[in-house]
């Protein structure tokens, strides 16, 4: 999944990024609200971390210009604004949800995680199709065999499992190569032409052939049930 990270503390930018990289998510960070508005115009994010406190232009103002545009993007305020009419003022503005600074690290990670799942349109947070389930929270993948006693865990890579993750929210949705590749890089990672064949690949070897479809001239597909 990607987000937009928008802090222009250098200090606290540095610790949110190191710890959503090292949840797989890949994440772009600006540090302004000029910069904020320009990234959400140019590119689809699964969910925004905004401060308001901004150089240049208020989170506020970004918010609601992103809203203006119909934009759903699921907006996590995290500010040190903590005055109650602060909070209501976000929220009618169209925040889904509102962190005070400081906050707790893995709080934070499952206001994300609670937000992204509320987007997608599930109350469950574990993923379950054709036997696979996929957990968000422990990062796990298992696979139920029939006639096995008990399910067993598939080791994947951190790349596979973003790919397989793309594809469980949203099983019958075929995915073209590019709209994979924008869920799995942020705009400093290089990306190999063939990176997402080279995934979608591995998955296959370790799922089987059935699991993740080949749409010619589109993309990839996970079928429904």
Do not use: C
Not at 115 to 130: K, S
């Amino acid at each position: 999944m990607r987000l937009l990270l928008v802090e222009d503390d250098t200090m606290i930018g540095e610790v949110v990024l190191e710890l959503l990289r090292s949840e797989h998510f890949a994440v772009d960070w600006v540090r302004d609200g000029e910069m904020a508005d320009t990234a959400l115009r140019s590119q689809r994010y699964d969910l925004v971390l905004l401060d308001l406190g901004l150089p240049r232009r208020d989170g506020l103002d970004v918010l609601r210009a992103l809203r203006a545009r119909k934009d759903g993007t699921p907006v996590l305020i995290v500010t040190a604004r903590d005055a109650v009419q602060e909070r209501i003022t976000g929220l009618d503005a169209g925040a889904d949800d509102y962190v005070l600074k400081p906050y707790d690290l893995q709080e934070l990670l499952a206001r994300i995680r609670a937000l992204v799942r509320r987007a997608q349109g599930r109350a469950d947070p574990v993923l379950e199709i054709h036997g696979l389930r996929l957990n968000p929270v422990t990062r796990e993948v298992t696979r139920r065999r029939e006639g096995a006693a008990a399910d067993e865990a598939v080791p994947l890579s951190a790349r596979e499992w973003a790919v397989l993750e793309v594809l469980m929210a949203r099983p019958g949705v075929v995915f073209s190569r590019a709209q994979i590749e924008e869920k799995l890089y942020a705009w400093k990672d290089d990306v190999s032409s063939n990176a997402v064949e080279v995934y979608i690949h591995g998955l296959r070897k370790k799922l089987g052939n059935a699991v993740i479809q080949t749409v010619r001239g589109l993309g990839y597909v996970m079928p429904r049930d």
